[in-house]
T-cell receptor, first 111, second 114 residues
């Protein structure tokens, strides 16, 4: 089944404790992206990648890191999480120019 | 700056009536335009997209969207709303010829009452 998977689905952590949210797709898509969804603000792009070893900043990259060492994986790293990073996070993938396939979301709470 | 706007936070429609969810964009160049839907506690699902060609685009679940270059709009429409259409709708613009950035609107909550 074609899908984008994210782990964990739910995470409660404390300020400053490094965490990684994994994202994997099995559709051989070139394009992968991370978004955060906050009420009233819609989805905002954090980082995106148009291919292996190619990443670029979206609109809200501060406090986040990504890497794209393999085509299928695009982990999101929070080196020192803060409460303002409490949000619902979505990973997505697509062929270039195509519609995004979204993962199920990761609800992160930073205390 | 590039932006996508959905001017209505909420749209209320009676079942069976036509619905319109508005989207305008402010960009340079020719973006790819998309509509996505998010049902409660679910991820986002693709509805339709416009790249080039016919200004009226048909998509999933009976939805369509009209691209208007002069008004820089991409409104989502459906001739006859269903209660099951109630969800959060997002318009998005992608700029693959400018690096691949993708911008979403704020979202519009559609409520269809019986």
């Amino acid at each position: 089944e074609a899908q984008v998977t994210q782990n964990p689905r739910y995470l409660i952590t404390v300020t400053g404790k490094k965490l990684t949210v994994t994202c994997s797709q099995n559709m051989n898509h070139e394009y992968m992206s991370w978004y955060r969804q906050d009420p009233g603000l819609g989805l905002r792009q954090i980082y995106y990648s148009m291919n292996v070893e190619v990443t670029d900043k979206g609109d809200v990259p501060e406090g986040y890191k990504v890497s794209r060492k393999e085509k299928r994986n695009f982990p999101l790293i929070l080196e020192s999480p803060s409460p303002n990073q409490t949000s619902l996070y979505f990973c997505a993938s697509s062929v270039l120019g195509g519609e995004q396939f979204f993962g199920p979301g990761t609800r992160l709470t930073v205390l | 700056a590039q932006s996508v706007a959905q001017p209505e936070d909420q749209v209320n429609v009676a079942e069976g009536n036509p619905l319109t969810v508005k989207c305008t964009y402010s960009v340079s160049g020719n973006p790819y335009l998309f509509w996505y839907v998010q049902y409660p506690n679910r991820g986002l699902q693709f509805l339709l997209k416009y790249i080039t060609g016919d200004n009226l685009v048909k998509g999933s679940y009976g939805f369509e969207a009209e691209f208007n270059k002069s008004q820089t709009s991409f409104h989502l429409k459906k001739p006859s709303a269903l209660v099951s259409d109630s969800a959060l709708y997002f318009c998005a613009a992608a700029f693959y010829n400018q690096g691949g950035k993708l911008i979403f609107g704020q979202g519009t909550e559609l409520s269809v009452k019986p």
